[in-house]
């Protein structure tokens, strides 16, 4: 392969690397123009730059709900059901039962849909938090006589920053219940085919069923994320 051809394929590695990344930042609310650089700085160094421009809102911005919460569902559901399978016919059903699976995947998918919600919120104009505290700065360099005002832009960037934390504890919560639900089926298959005993499996089963009483606990206690009451000022 020629020189010119590496270059060629250089370029459109670049290219859409620059799509990607432009992309990306569009979605984390940046301003078109600070999209638009971050992606033109890839196309001549795509090999350094791509990685750190795709992962830069992981950090402030928390877990990609909509495909984390997703993916996250669709492992219980489907640890769930090949759990199901594995100890159907032996002493190991009423530990998890059908029933008891489809409870399970109802609360998951309630959750899901509750973090759904609230990362549809969050991305709306209204609720970027880079705009709110940008919001608040330009009130305090305004110096007196905007007491009032200021104390309005502190509460709804607060506001802003509680939901964030909701909808990050949220994926980490179905994160957290996949790898356990997934721990379960493997524990399920191995007992059964190795002959271990029901009580090695119990307390995996009782950990599952903490984390989902806790999921439910938290969608009652909040109700969804557009039923908060107002807070006075």
Known sequence: MSLRDLSILYLIAGLACAVAVYRASRDRGDARRRAALSAALCLPLWPIWAP???????????????????????RVQG????????????????????????????????????????????????????????????????????????ATAHLHLENIRRLRAMRDRDARALEELADLV??????????????????????IVSEVWARVEGLDAAIDAHGGAGSEEPIAT
Do not use: K, M, N, Y
């Open 182 to 203: 997934q721990a379960l089926r493997t524990q399920l298959v191995l007992a059964r085919f190795a002959g271990s005993s029901v009580e090695g499996v119990g307390g």
């Open 52 to 74: 750190v421009a795709l992962t830069a809102g992981r950090g402030a911005g928390g877990a990609r709900p909509d495909g984390d919460a997703g993916t996250a569902a669709a």
């Open 79 to 150: 640890a769930l059901r090949e759990g199901v399978s594995a100890c159907a016919g032996t002493s190991f059903e009423a530990l998890l039962s059908r029933e008891a699976a489809s409870r399970i995947e109802a609360e998951v998918a309630r959750a899901a849909a509750r973090h759904a919600e609230l990362d549809a919120l969050l991305r709306q104009s209204g609720f970027d938090e880079a705009a709110a505290a940008a919001r608040v700065a330009e009130i305090e360099r305004g110096g007196a006589g905007s007491g009032r005002a200021l």
